[in-house]
Every structure is written in structure tokens, then in C-alpha cells.
């Protein structure tokens, strides 16, 4: 299982997304065939133990209880009506499912905790990336589309991080419930949507990319980091004295250096890498969070940081421009619980691209063996020779074996024409269409009442039928 804490969002018209708790996966409105997905993501379907859905007859959620039934293994769900689970239950009764509701902890990582909104609207995933750390980090996610509402029973915000639909461009005014927002499409149109530029607490979900999470608690566990996503920059030595200045902080002196800094910062070139600009005013955000934490700055310092940030800001970006990104990149959200959450992007570790060679079409099998075995054979040399993993071999056993299955298809359905163009001469094509035998009314329904019910009891007409029947097939 994959160690660590993530999350993945797949593009859907309802909220889709696999959280990564520490190697227990919470799969949230389950997509249909979702093992494609996890395959091309490099994950293993298997880690899938609980479920979080508005509907309980989602396909995807539904072949979840299905799976779990035929591996007799247990599985944790939640809907906001758990009375509707019941009937999942019944059908898929090896499934042995738990249920989980509002205001408690998670089946299979007990050190999360789920909370759902008065109207079943919203709700919240509450946890600690960090044991030596008290304070948990609060994701809200959509759930319900009836009598959209915040309010909790048992926790309150503000939210780390919230996952937001914009139908409208007036949604992005309304943004204050949360320290952190992901924005997904919704009715609003492409063009409206392309043209919303970014701002410090909000950028759009990118799907099928992977969210790494990370807590913190000061500035100084984010230098490495920043270290490595400005390297070979001109902003690298500049943004790494001024966040090593501000954590080393001691004297006045340091306030001239802090200044000079900034300066040098300022006076740069600018990015024309969108990447790089992002990073620059996510750090620089950062940075000048923690820099008024410990110590309160002079005017003239924060007036400098607010025009240096201005000048790198994120309104500078398309919402558009960081879409476009696709599945090339990787997101690195750094996190202090209930105060700030900075995302920094960095390009995506390329997963191995396995080359298959399948069998050919059954159609053509016979045609093209003998040159499928020689790959075979060549493939079989190339694992003796210790130039291919040992584990390959089964995959070639098992692709020799679908191409025999292939070749016996193919023989069979050789053999099946040869019979068919043997018999050709002495079969005789009599119509092509179905056409229904007309028939009256049975002769004693013509006849008066008692006349007929004498009849019917002594079952004359089945013995018509019996007698017409016999005659066809004579005939015939």
C-alpha cells in the first residue's frame, strides 16, 4: 500500500476523488469502472476499503459491494440515508459492510474523523498528517446538491481546504468559509471560466493529478522544499536568504538584510514560466505569513513585500493556463492547520509505459503464428540471457496461451464455412421474413351459446387443431 497522505479528483459532473489515508484509500462518489483509473494512476484497487456516496445506486459504488461480495472481504460505506445501504447489504451479503455516519471515525483509519452538515450538504474530513502535532487538518467536500449548508453540529470552521462547484462568476465573491479552495466547473460557461484569473487562496482541481499532503508547523521545514522547486532559477538564492533570514530572525540587523532581499527579488526578470511565477507567489505568500508571526515588521518592509508580492501575484495566471497543465504535473500542498496552506506544483515522476505485444485478431491468427511465436521466442531469450525480468515469463505464458485460443477459434470457425458452403446445394432458402400464420375465428364460436359451451367441454377444437397439425406436416 502506499504510505503517506494525498488525494486524487477524477473529472465527473458529481465531486470524485480517492483520499490516501496513510495507505487506506476512501474513495468518495466512486467513478464507474474505477479500477481503470486507479491502473492509469499506478495504483492498486485493492487499497479501496471504505466508500463515501450521495447515491447509493451509483454504478461505481454499487460494483464496490459487488467486489467486496466476491471476495468475502469487509468494506466501510456512508450515505446520509444509511437505511437505503440495507438493500445493498441484503444483496451483497459476503460483503460483511460497516456503516459510518456523522460524527464518527472512519472503520479503517480510526484517526480520521467524518463529519456531514445539518442538511446532509457538505462534509468534512478531519485529521493529523503528524502525531507530534495537536491540531487536525479539515477538508469540506460537496454531497448532497438539496439546501446547500455549512453548519456542523460538531465542528466548526474555518476549513483548511474546500472543494468548491462556480456556477456563476459572482460564486468566486462568496469564498470566506475556508482557508484554501479547489474550484471545479460547473454551469458556468468555458469562456467565463478560462478567463477567471487566480488569487492567494484558490486554483482549480486538475484531475487525475495527485495532491500531496504535507502539515506543518514553521517556516523552517519548507526549505529544503523551496530549495529544490526554485533550483536553477534566478530566484533561487534570493527567495532562499530571504526565508532564511526571516526563520533566523534575531536583530534589527536582520531587517536591513530582509529589505535588501526583497529588493534584489523585486528587481528580477519576470518568469514567463507559469510554473515558476506560481511557485514564486506561493512561497512568497508564505513566507510573508510567517514573517509577521514571530515579529512585526516595520511599515517600510511591509510596504516593500506588498509591492513585491503585487508584482508576482497569481492574478497574473489564467485559471486556463494552470488546467492546461494536465496530468504532467504533481501538487505539493503544505499545510498549518486552521491558518494557511501553500501549493507548489512540480513536474509528475513519468509512470514505466509497458509495450505489450498482443496475439493477432482471431481472425487472422492462422495467418500471422508463425512470426507471433518467433516474438515469443525472442522475448523468452531475452529474460534467459538476464536482460528482462523473470516475472515476464508468465506474461508470455499467458499471452501464448490466448493465442492458441485465438488459432482454435479461428479453426472452428474455418471448419463451420466448409460445412455450410457443403451443405449449400441442398439447402433450400424458403423466406427470409417471418410471416404469421392468419387465422379466424374458431369455427364454434360462430355457433349459439350452449352449442358452444358443449364444445369447448368435450375440447372439439383441440382436436381440430391435432387433426390440422398432422395434415401440415404431411404436407409438408
Not at 448532497?144 to 460564486?171: A, S, W
Not at 507548489?344 to 503464428?369: C, G, H, K, M, V
Request: aromatic residues 14%; proline residues 4%.
Amino acid at each position: 500500500n502506499p504510505k503517506g497522505f494525498s488525494f486524487y479528483i477524477f473529472n465527473s459532473k458529481i465531486f470524485s476523488a480517492i483520499f490516501n489515508l496513510n495507505g487506506e484509500f476512501l474513495c468518495i462518489n466512486p467513478l464507474e469502472e474505477i479500477h481503470f483509473k486507479l491502473f492509469e494512476l499506478n495504483l492498486d484497487p485493492d487499497c479501496i476499503k471504505m466508500a463515501i456516496t450521495s447515491s447509493p445506486y451509483l454504478p461505481g459504488f454499487v460494483e464496490l459491494f459487488r467486489r467486496a461480495d466476491v471476495l468475502q472481504k469487509e468494506i466501510a460505506v456512508s450515505n446520509p440515508d444509511i437505511e437505503k445501504l440495507n438493500l445493498l447489504k441484503k444483496i451483497y451479503f459476503f460483503s460483511r459492510p460497516k456503516f459510518f455516519s456523522d460524527g464518527s471515525t472512519l472503520p479503517f483509519a480510526r484517526f480520521v474523523n467524518y463529519y456531514e452538515s445539518k442538511t446532509k450538504s457538505h462534509a468534512v474530513l478531519s485529521y493529523r498528517l503528524r502525531d507530534d502535532l495537536e491540531q487536525q487538518i479539515k477538508f469540506m467536500f460537496p454531497l448532497l446538491q438539496e439546501k446547500q449548508n455549512k453548519n456542523f453540529d460538531y465542528v466548526k470552521g474555518p476549513f483548511d481546504v474546500e472543494f468548491c462547484k462556480i456556477d456563476h462568476k459572482k460564486d468566486i465573491e462568496f469564498l470566506n468559509s475556508s482557508n484554501y479552495y479547489l474550484l471545479y466547473q460547473g454551469e458556468i460557461a468555458d469562456k467565463q471560466w478560462n478567463k477567471l484569473r487566480l488569487k492567494e487562496n484558490f486554483m482549480p482541481i486538475i484531475p487525475n493529478i495527485e495532491y500531496r499532503l504535507n502539515q506543518i508547523n514553521g517556516l523552517e521545514e519548507v526549505l529544503d522544499f523551496l530549495k529544490q522547486i526554485f533550483e536553477n532559477s534566478n530566484f533561487e538564492e534570493y527567495i532562499m536568504n530571504l526565508a532564511t533570514k526571516i526563520v533566523s530572525f534575531e536583530n534589527l540587523e536582520d531587517f536591513l538584510s530582509i529589505k535588501d532581499e526583497l529588493y534584489l527579488i523585486r528587481t528580477q526578470i519576470f518568469p514567463n514560466d507559469k510554473i515558476l511565477l506560481f511557485n514564486l507567489a506561493e512561497a512568497l505568500k508564505m513566507i510573508y505569513y510567517f514573517a509577521n508571526v514571530h515579529q512585526e515588521l516595520p511599515s517600510d518592509i511591509l510596504q516593500l513585500f506588498r509591492k513585491v508580492r503585487n508584482r508576482y501575484s497569481h492574478s497574473k495566471i489564467h485559471i486556463e493556463e494552470i488546467y492546461n497543465l494536465g496530468n504532467t504535473i504533481k501538487i505539493h500542498m503544505f499545510i498549518k492547520a486552521g491558518e494557511i496552506v501553500s501549493c507548489f506544483i512540480t513536474e509528475a515522476r513519468s509512470i514505466w509505459n509497458i509495450n505489450i505485444q498482443y496475439p493477432p485478431d482471431a481472425n487472422n491468427a492462422l495467418e500471422f503464428e508463425k512470426e507471433y511465436r518467433k516474438y515469443l521466442k525472442e522475448q523468452h531469450k531475452l529474460i534467459d540471457k538476464g536482460l528482462a525480468n523473470q516475472n515476464e515469463r508468465i506474461m508470455l505464458e499467458f499471452l501464448e496461451k490466448l493465442l492458441e485460443e485465438r488459432i482454435f477459434y479461428n479453426e472452428q470457425k474455418n471448419r463451420l464455412d466448409e460445412l455450410i458452403e457443403a451443405l449449400k446445394p441442398n439447402l433450400e432458402v424458403m423466406s427470409s421474413k417471418f410471416e404469421e400464420k392468419r387465422r379466424g375465428i374458431p369455427f364454434h364460436m360462430k355457433l349459439p351459446y350452449w352449442f358452444r359451451r358443449i364444445v369447448e367441454i368435450i375440447k372439439l377444437p383441440e382436436l381440430v387443431d391435432f387433426i390440422e397439425n398432422i395434415l401440415d406436416k404431411l404436407k409438408k
